[in-house]
T-cell receptor, first 116, second 116 residues
Framework: EAQVTQNPRYLITVTGKKLTVTCSQNMNHEYMSWYRQDPGLGLRQIYYSMNVEVTDKGDVPEGYKVSRKEKRNFPLILESPSPNQTSLYFC???????????????FGPGTRLLVL | AQKVTQAQTEISVVEKEDVTLDCVYETRDTTYYLFWYKQPPSGELVFLIRRNSFDEQNEISGRYSWNFQKSTSSFNFTITASQVVDSAVYFCALSEARTGANNLFFGTGTRLTVIP
């Protein structure tokens, strides 16, 4: 089944304790992206990757890191989480990286993070 | 700069009523794509439709229809004969070809409640 998976789905942590949220897709998609969803703000892009070893900042990258060592995986790293990073996080992927044809992005199930 | 506005924060309708969700966008690009996603109470994001800027034909899919009007920069979504299962948050989103990347810019969402 074609899908985007995220782990963990729920996470409670404390300020400053490094964490990683994994994202994996099995559709051989080139483009992957991370968004956070906050009440009243919709979804905002954190980082994106147009292919292996190619990553770039989105609209709200502060406090986050990413890596794209393999095509299928795009982990989101919070080196020192703070309470303002409490949010619902979504990973997404699409077939092509962008340009004239903007492919549909398919989203993972979301990861709900609470930073105390 | 790009922007997506969903002015209706919350809408409530009685089952079987028709309802239209508004989406107004801003972009300087001549080639762009518009999307609608549904987020049911379970939290996942479900893709509904993708429309490019050169195709202004309205689209119908079952009880769902979309009205794209470039003259007013709008891409409205109508649900006919609403059902309780339509209760969700609906997001309109925009991506621009000129960025070269498949990045989505979301509106803040409209929460639809269908009352039985």
């Amino acid at each position: 089944e074609a899908q985007v998976t995220q782990n963990p789905r729920y996470l409670i942590t404390v300020t400053g304790k490094k964490l990683t949220v994994t994202c994996s897709q099995n559709m051989n998609h080139e483009y992957m992206s991370w968004y956070r969803q906050d009440p009243g703000l919709g979804l905002r892009q954190i980082y994106y990757s147009m292919n292996v070893e190619v990553t770039d900042k989105g609209d709200v990258p502060e406090g986050y890191k990413v890596s794209r060592k393999e095509k299928r995986n795009f982990p989101l790293i919070l080196e020192s989480p703070s309470p303002n990073q409490t949010s619902l996080y979504f990973c997404a992927s699409s077939l092509a990286p962008g340009g004239v044809t903007q492919e549909t992005q398919y989203f993972g199930p979301g990861t709900r993070l609470l930073v105390l | 700069a790009q922007k997506v506005t969903q002015a209706q924060t919350e809408i409530s309708v009685v089952e079987k009523e028709d309802v239209t969700l508004d989406c107004v966008y801003e972009t300087r690009d001549t080639t762009y794509y518009l999307f609608w996603y549904k987020q049911p109470p379970s939290g996942e994001l479900v893709f509904l439709i993708r429309r490019n800027s050169f195709d202004e034909q309205n689209e119908i899919s079952g009880r769902y229809s979309w009205n794209f009007q470039k003259s007013t920069s709008s891409f409205n979504f109508t649900i006919t004969a609403s059902q309780v299962v339509d209760s969700a948050v609906y997001f309109c989103a925009l991506s621009e070809a000129r960025t070269g990347a498949n990045n989505l810019f979301f509106g803040t969402g409209t929460r639809l409640t269908v009352i039985p």
